[in-house]
């Protein structure tokens, strides 16, 4: 008994030396996102800390699409999956390139490596990686004047241009960012993209109220980030400077939670930094 307790302790203590010796993730280089069409490279670097490599598996969601296994003639093994072009010969033991993304590939991606005998450890990393169709164009903000003069709220309506996934949306007043907005909604467009919208609602506050200089911001992972022109509302009886709208921003604007009809009005628009970075 006293032995067999001694041999259990010792393989113990072996395998949870082996393992803390045996193999180390160091990363896994998965991008966030990638352009539909483009070809991408996964790379997956470990440390083996001189165990010998039995093999190198992905998987996209649980499906393995490419192994490679240094023992074997020819080491790499690709295996078809709808979508998913494996370019042979750029892929080793680290790195998997995959050829002309689709949208359909999307999804969660994993490597394993495990170690050779006598104890094959294995670990595994995963990473989301959404192919994405970036958008065309700048957002486009609208306002409706009817509000704030009258003691109704004033709404800020930003279209971001069709996407996939749909982009988010970021309202600047008066230069400054606005955390939130009062409502969203994505509507599908015909040739199967999202377009996202958000409404800001601003409340004066004491009956005056300043010029407000209204932007919005429309971004997609980092593959796109583009600004609105600027809309600038003023009041018809210019008032003292003191801006008197409050919110949770600085800028002293408050986000209301709920919007009315409103109606479209003519509005000094200026041009600003209107400018799409693209990378
Ligand atoms: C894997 O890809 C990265 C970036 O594309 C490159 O820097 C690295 O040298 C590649 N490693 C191998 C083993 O091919
Ligand atoms: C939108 O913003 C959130 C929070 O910053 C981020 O996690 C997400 O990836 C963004 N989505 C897109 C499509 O850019």
Redesign the pocket.
């Known amino acids: 008994m006293m032995v067999t307790k001694g041999l259990l302790i010792l393989l113990f203590l072996f395998q949870k030396i082996y393992n803390n010796i045996g193999l180390k993730f160091i990363r896994l280089n998965v991008p966030?996102a990638v352009r539909t069409g483009h070809s991408v490279t996964l790379g997956c670097e470990y440390d083996l800390e001189n165990a010998p490599l039995y093999s190198v598996k992905w998987y996209r969601e649980s499906d393995e699409f490419y192994r490679y296994v240094p023992k074997e003639e020819p080491p790499t093994r690709v295996f078809t999956q709808q979508g998913l072009h494996v370019d042979v010969s750029v892929s080793n033991a680290h790195n998997v390139t995959l050829l002309s993304v689709g949208r359909d590939i999307s999804g969660q991606f994993q490597c394993e490596v495990s170690a050779d005998a006598p104890l094959f450890h294995t670990e595994l990393k995963s990473a989301q990686m959404t192919v994405a169709v970036v958008p065309v164009g700048v957002p486009l903000v609208t306002v409706d004047k009817s509000g704030l003069e009258h003691g109704r709220p004033l709404i800020a309506t930003c279209h971001a241009p069709p996407s996939h996934?749909?982009?988010?949306i970021t309202f600047f007043v008066n230069d400054e960012k606005v955390p939130g907005y009062t409502s969203e909604w994505t509507t599908a467009t015909e040739d199967q993209l999202e377009q996202k919208t958000a409404q800001l609602e601003l409340t004066g506050v004491g009956g005056s109220w300043g010029a407000l200089r209204i932007r919005c911001e429309a971004?997609?992972?980092r593959l796109y980030r583009a600004n609105s022109v600027a809309i600038e509302v003023k009041p018809d009886t210019p008032q003292p400077a003191s801006v008197l709208l409050m919110g949770p921003s600085s800028n002293g604007v408050r986000i209301n939670g709920y919007f009315q009809q409103w109606f479209t009005v003519q509005l000094a628009m200026i041009i600003s930094a209107c400018m799409v970075s693209i990378t």
């Open positions: 966030r996934p749909a982009a988010n971004s997609l992972f």
